[in-house]
Nanobody, 125 residues
Framework: DVQLQASGGGLVQAGGSLRLSCAASGGTFDDYAIGWFRRAPGKEREAVSCISSYDGSTYYGDSVKGRFTISRDSARRVVYLQMNSLRPEDTSVYYC??????????????????WGQGTLVTVSS
């Protein structure tokens, strides 16, 4: 099994940037797609960005396209989420997840078997 550790959250002003990291231990890192999901209070969980394990396919939610970039470093077993031009509506707890997920279903959180703890991102206006 793979264990995930999310980090990098914090408080930032609107327009600022943060980089989240999802570090994996155990398992075979390159076997897993990694997804970033978020859930704001009173809202449903939302797929933010995901990256496949075998062909580098990526998914971005409409609200983050052009602002967020996902990347993976297999040597370090880390997936990064670079978040630029942050908005107050990006405020949420961000979770990373891993699973054997095919590219066409990257955004489906139910396909991910392993979840890390959340990291809180707060964007002030």
């Amino acid at each position: 099994d793979v264990q995930l550790q999310a980090s990098g959250g914090g408080l930032v002003q609107a327009g600022g940037s943060l980089r989240l990291s999802c570090a994996a231990s155990g398992g075979t890192f390159d076997d897993y797609a990694i997804g970033w999901f978020r859930r704001a209070p009173g809202k449903e969980r939302e797929a933010v960005s995901c990256i496949s394990s075998y062909d580098g396919s990526t998914y971005y939610g409409d609200s983050v396209k052009g602002r967020f970039t996902i990347s993976r470093d297999s040597a370090r077993r880390v997936v990064y989420l670079q978040m630029n031009s942050l908005r107050p509506e990006d405020t949420s707890v961000y979770y990373c997840a891993a699973g054997n997920v095919i590219s066409s279903t990257l955004r489906d959180s139910t396909k991910y078997a392993y979840w890390g703890q959340g990291t809180l991102v707060t964007v002030s206006s």
